[in-house]
């Protein structure tokens, strides 16, 4: 079984200041993990992704994330929000299981950047 | 090149009927997902196909169904629809299987049950 979760159900943050997202996740095996955004009535975007490699994973719109294999977390980070990052954030842990690539997503976090 | 588009964008309909939703990969993808939203929940995993045969199936009842064509295109098919199936319904395409791919997921489809 696979499983994420993500803890807040919203994060708040000032304009400027840096952000994180908190993700931990359960697999068996070399963990495949994603940060997918979401904006209001519309689908998932991919941001970043980590396979194998450098912990630290940059991706689009700034945003980096720090795989730790011993804490089983991917934790999503960007050095200086902005009010246009307010959006909802998924995190995502696949892997090849029976022919198929199974990917089980967390619930979501809420990100609010206030002006 | 065109994203993964989707349609209808918006539907709706009684409990009983039945529904069939849209999707179109991007070119040069042979893998699509579908996937339910349920509002304040992430994603969950309906079916995956790839070449046009089924590879995974998530917990979803034998109602919801699904096809894959020869241009890789897909349908979701739900029969005797419940109140519990309104949902946002996302289909996703990827170049492959192998886990270790992003998807890319289209606008979805708001399906609402009354």
């Known amino acids: 079984a696979q499983s994420v979760a993500q803890p807040e159900d919203q994060v708040n943050v000032a304009e400027g200041n840096p952000l994180t997202v908190k993700c931990t996740y359960s697999?068996?095996?070399?963990?495949?993990l994603f940060w997918y955004v979401q904006y209001p009535n519309r689908g998932l975007q991919f941001l970043l992704k980590?396979?194998?490699?450098?912990?630290l994973v940059k991706g689009s719109y700034g945003f980096e994330a720090e795989f730790n294999k011993s804490q089983t977390s991917f934790h999503l980070k960007k050095p200086s929000a902005l009010v246009s990052d307010s959006a909802l954030y998924f995190c995502?842990?696949?892997?090849?299981?029976?022919?198929?690539?199974?990917?089980?997503f967390g619930i979501g976090t809420k990100l609010q950047v206030i002006p | 090149d065109a994203g993964v588009t989707q349609s209808p964008t918006h539907l709706i309909k009684t409990r009983g009927q039945h529904v069939t939703l849209r999707c179109s990969p991007i070119?040069?993808?042979?893998?699509v997902s579908w996937y339910q939203q349920v509002l304040g929940q992430g994603p969950q995993f309906i079916f995956q196909?790839?070449?046009?045969?089924?590879?995974g199936r998530g917990n979803f009842p034998d109602r919801f169904s699904a096809r894959q064509f020869p241009n890789y295109s897909s349908e979701l098919n739900v029969n005797a629809l419940l109140l519990g199936d309104s949902a946002l319904y996302l289909c996703?395409?990827?170049?492959?299987?192998?886990?270790?791919?992003?998807?890319?997921f289209g606008p979805g489809t708001r399906l609402t049950v009354t």
């Open positions: 697999v068996s095996g070399n963990p495949y």
């Open positions: 196909y790839y070449e046009k045969e089924e590879r």
């Open positions: 995502a842990v696949s892997r090849y299981s029976g022919g198929y690539q199974k990917v089980t």
């Open positions: 980590y396979i194998t490699g450098d912990n």
């Open positions: 996703a395409s990827s170049g492959a299987t192998t886990g270790s791919y992003e998807q890319y």
């Open positions: 070119s040069g993808h042979k893998s």
